[in-house]
């Protein structure tokens, strides 16, 4: 994984709140066996119509949301099914980062481990971000710290071993794997 | 020693690792249950490493999402519907092969729901840790193991290391007092549990289900309620376990046997929160004045009792609301009973197991589907479609004009083609109601066997009360 320090981009705003990574990309797409290619299915039944066009009333599809890296939601983001192709989605298409009041748990775990930021945020922020869609927003790893293009900074919560392995560029698996003689210690000594 | 509750036991017990302010636990896993949709990006990465999978012997594979139910596909010469799916099943079986994990396949006689046959064969035992590709391993938490659902990447991580890096999540204890009413489900308790917790009330914390009401559930009751836990944003779900639980498990084919079985319960015992144990949330339900419940919107936490109407928006999330609303197609102030059935699916590893079939049957005995009604029963595992048709569940089905079919994930999520086609409404014993998860503008309604039965009985939405 590349290191990923900092986060700095207009946001593209999607204001629902409990968005279920079914909508982030529908079950019938994955039967996919590798984790490529899936950006074009992202929020696959919002984003195009019937037909296959582009819904031209979803915000994805403005001219002005094109290049957006920040996704900015309403709250409990990500929730619902486990689906690792929900933050390989977002990824794939170029989002960077997700901001939200809460993020559910496991998008949260699977969105880490792929360099995709969730970042929540208090609720006065929260409702800056989605009263002001395309807003320049900084968003630092080194400092866990968003800046809004008002100069007002809050800080954001971030687990400290992720933050490590993303500004690392280094993911858990080898740290996991430099376990190896406890876990084996472990194992050894249960008795059940 | 303080105190501790029933999940503290069981986390403390698998650390080999304590969490510390710089790096989340190393926790041991027990048993990793794999199927067809989130494994193939893992085994990539163990192949693309050269890597084997470490403990085989914990690990076990099944097929149910994209898997057809079909007789004449699963067992004959029809092919899979989807050529994805097709692809994913034949990919699992390369990988099983290669790696040497066990795997019941398309045609094996314990195939079925991973959460389903897990329980059913005992592999599933109280004080496991138990993680799979799959949001709903919650299930599990019924026998007291801490089971969570997990991504493709943390697959990859127990493959190779049989342990997970974890934060250890906070404790809530849902406690649950009072005699269900005839007529009212355990899943009409979970779905008011939902209701009243939100589906994010649980983010970052472990449930643990307790109270009289809990005690006297059966274990496929149990399993409905934790499997739900993930549903109220919960990580897990847990109950201890006790007589229940011993009961269901004694001569489960791959639970322990004689001098173990002795040792196992004995050390099962001991799981339980110790009395004045400290949780860090909880809240108290009283399930005696509880009614059959349904879902009216697209998240499960949208839910009334089936004899109200659908609350009018209130707050400040009015939008939101309406969307949801808008795509039901209903309205605040409408009644729930009476809405429009077009397709009833009796299933899932919410309510796919014995009991909920028995719960169906006993609406369904004598009686038909109504008229332009479309009623799909597939049962959770290949044991329980035997078990029914041995005690005569399928022919009341199928007299009843059921579609009586092979066991699987099926019509919860439709990977697999068995779908409900857009702007339909969906009366479904499975457990989630989100935009699309049944098929594209497919509308699902959440419900109990009882009242998805009574509903295909009466071609509308019903309460069951009326027909027991």
Same mark, same amino acid.
């Given at each position: 994984m590349e290191p990923l320090k900092r986060v700095h981009s207009k946001t593209v705003v999607i204001a629902s709140s409990n968005i279920d990574t079914d909508q982030i990309i529908p079950a019938r797409f994955l039967t996919t066996t590798t984790k490529d290619g899936?950006?074009?299915?992202?929020?696959?039944?919002?984003?195009?119509?019937?037909?296959?066009?582009?819904?031209?009333?979803?915000?994805?599809?403005?001219?002005?949301?094109?290049?957006?890296?920040?996704?900015?939601?309403?709250?409990?983001?990500?929730?619902?099914?486990?689906?690792?192709?929900?933050?390989?989605?977002?990824?794939?298409?170029?989002?960077?980062?997700?901001?939200?009041?809460?993020?559910?748990?496991?998008?949260?775990?699977?969105?880490?481990?792929?360099?995709?930021?969730?970042?929540?945020?208090?609720?006065?922020?929260?409702?800056?971000?989605l009263d002001h869609p395309g807003a320049e927003v900084d968003i630092d790893l080194s400092t866990a710290r968003l800046t809004l293009p008002t100069g007002v900074a809050t800080a954001f919560p971030i687990d400290a071993f992720a933050r490590h392995c993303l500004m690392n560029g280094t993911d858990e698996f080898g740290y996991l794997r430099s376990k190896l003689d406890l876990i084996e210690r472990y194992e050894a000594a249960r008795s059940w | 020693?303080?105190?501790?509750?029933?999940?503290?036991?069981?986390?403390?017990?698998?650390?080999?690792?304590?969490?510390?302010?710089?790096?989340?636990?190393?926790?041991?896993?027990?048993?990793?249950?794999?199927?067809?949709?989130?494994?193939?990006?893992?085994?990539?990465?163990?192949?693309?490493?050269?890597?084997?999978?470490?403990?085989?012997?914990?690990?076990?594979?099944?097929?149910?999402?994209?898997?057809?139910?079909?007789?004449?596909?699963?067992?004959?010469?029809?092919?899979?519907?989807?050529?994805?799916?097709?692809?994913?099943?034949?990919q699992l079986e390369r990988n099983a092969a290669e790696f040497g994990v066990e795997l019941f396949g398309m045609r094996d006689a314990r195939r079925g729901i991973v959460h389903v046959i897990s329980p059913?064969?005992?592999?599933?035992?109280?004080?496991?840790?138990?993680?799979?590709?799959?949001?709903?391993?919650?299930?599990?938490?019924?026998?007291?193991?801490?089971?969570?659902?997990?991504?493709s990447t943390e697959v990859g991580h127990v493959f190779a290391t049989q342990c997970l890096l974890q934060a250890?999540?906070?404790?809530?204890?849902?406690?649950?007092?009072?005699?269900?009413?005839?007529?009212?489900?355990?899943?009409?308790?979970?779905?008011?549990?939902?209701?009243?917790?939100g589906v994010s009330g649980g983010t970052g914390h472990v449930f643990e289900y307790r109270g009289s009401t809990i005690r006297?559930?059966?274990?496929?009751?149990?399993?409905?309620?934790?499997?739900?836990?993930?549903?109220?944003?919960?990580?897990?779900?847990?109950?201890?376990?006790?007589?229940?639980?011993?009961?269901?498990?004694?001569?489960?084919?791959?639970?322990?046997?004689?001098?173990?079985?002795?040792?196992?319960?004995?050390?099962?015992?001991?799981l339980v929160s110790d009395p004045g144990a400290a949780f860090d949330a909880s809240i108290d339900i009283d399930a005696s004045t509880l009614e059959p419940m349904i879902t009216f919107g697209t998240n499960p936490g949208m839910v009334v009792p089936i004899t109200a109407t659908i609350p009018q928006?209130? &707050?400040?999330?009015?939008?939101?609301?309406?969307?949801?609303? &808008?795509?039901? &197609?209903?309205?605040?102030?409408?009644?729930?009973?009476?809405?429009?059935?077009?397709?009833?699916?009796?299933?899932?590893?919410?309510?796919?197991?014995?009991?909920?079939?028995?719960?169906?049957?006993?609406?369904?005995?004598?009686?038909?589907?109504?008229?332009?009604?479309?009623?799909?029963?597939?049962?959770?595992?290949?044991?329980?479609?035997?078990?029914?048709?041995?005690?005569?569940?399928?022919?009341?089905?199928?007299?009843?004009?059921?579609e009586w079919r092979e066991s699987g994930c099926s019509m919860c999520l439709g990977m697999n083609g068995d779908t409900v086609a857009a702007g339909q409404y969906s009366i479904s014993t499975s457990n989630r109601n989100f935009e699309g998860r049944q098929g594209v503008g497919a509308r699902t309604l959440l419900v109990s066997p009882l009242t998805a039965a009574a509903s295909a009985v009466q071609g509308k939405v019903a309460d069951p009360r009326e027909l027991l």
């Open positions: 899936l950006g074009k299915q992202l929020f696959a039944d919002w984003r195009y119509l019937a037909d296959g066009s582009l819904n031209p009333e979803f915000v994805l599809n403005r001219a002005d949301a094109q290049g957006c890296q920040i996704l900015v939601a309403g709250r409990n983001f990500g929730c619902g099914s486990s689906r690792e192709h929900a933050p390989w989605a977002l990824l794939d298409y170029g989002i960077r980062a997700v901001i939200s009041t809460e993020i559910a748990d496991i998008f949260k775990s699977n969105a880490l481990k792929n360099g995709l930021l969730p970042i929540t945020v208090d609720d006065a922020t929260a409702q800056w971000l | 020693m303080s105190a501790r509750t029933l999940f503290d036991k069981v986390w403390t017990a698998h650390e080999v690792v304590p969490e510390t302010a710089d790096a989340p636990a190393v926790l041991y896993i027990d048993l990793h249950l794999i199927h067809e949709v989130t494994s193939p990006q893992a085994f990539s990465v163990l192949k693309s490493l050269g890597l084997p999978v470490r403990r085989p012997d914990r690990t076990l594979a099944t097929m149910d999402h994209s898997t057809p139910t079909r007789s004449e596909q699963v067992f004959g010469n029809v092919p899979i519907k989807v050529d994805a799916a097709a692809r994913q099943v034949r059913e064969l005992g592999c599933t035992q109280p004080g496991m840790t138990i993680v799979c590709g799959d949001s709903h391993t919650s299930t599990h938490g019924a026998f007291g193991a801490l089971a969570f659902g997990i991504g250890k999540p906070k404790t809530f204890a849902v406690n649950v007092e009072g005699k269900l009413r005839p007529g009212v489900a355990a899943k009409d308790l979970i779905l008011s549990i939902i209701g009243r917790i006297g559930l059966s274990m496929d009751e149990r399993m409905t309620i934790c499997n739900m836990s993930i549903e109220a944003g919960a990580r897990a779900g847990m109950i201890a376990p006790d007589e229940t639980t011993f009961e269901y498990l004694k001569n489960k084919p791959r639970a322990p046997k004689g001098a173990a079985w002795d040792a196992a319960v004995a050390r099962w015992r001991t928006a209130s &707050g400040g999330a009015t939008a939101v609301y309406d969307k949801a609303l &808008g795509y039901m &197609g209903f309205h605040g102030g409408d009644a729930m009973l009476g809405k429009r059935v077009d397709v009833v699916f009796i299933g899932s590893c919410t309510n796919g197991r014995l009991e909920d079939l028995q719960a169906a049957a006993r609406i369904l005995k004598g009686r038909k589907v109504a008229a332009g009604v479309k009623l799909l029963i597939v049962p959770g595992s290949q044991q329980i479609k035997r078990d029914a048709e041995t005690l005569g569940l399928a022919q009341i089905f199928q007299d009843a004009g059921a």
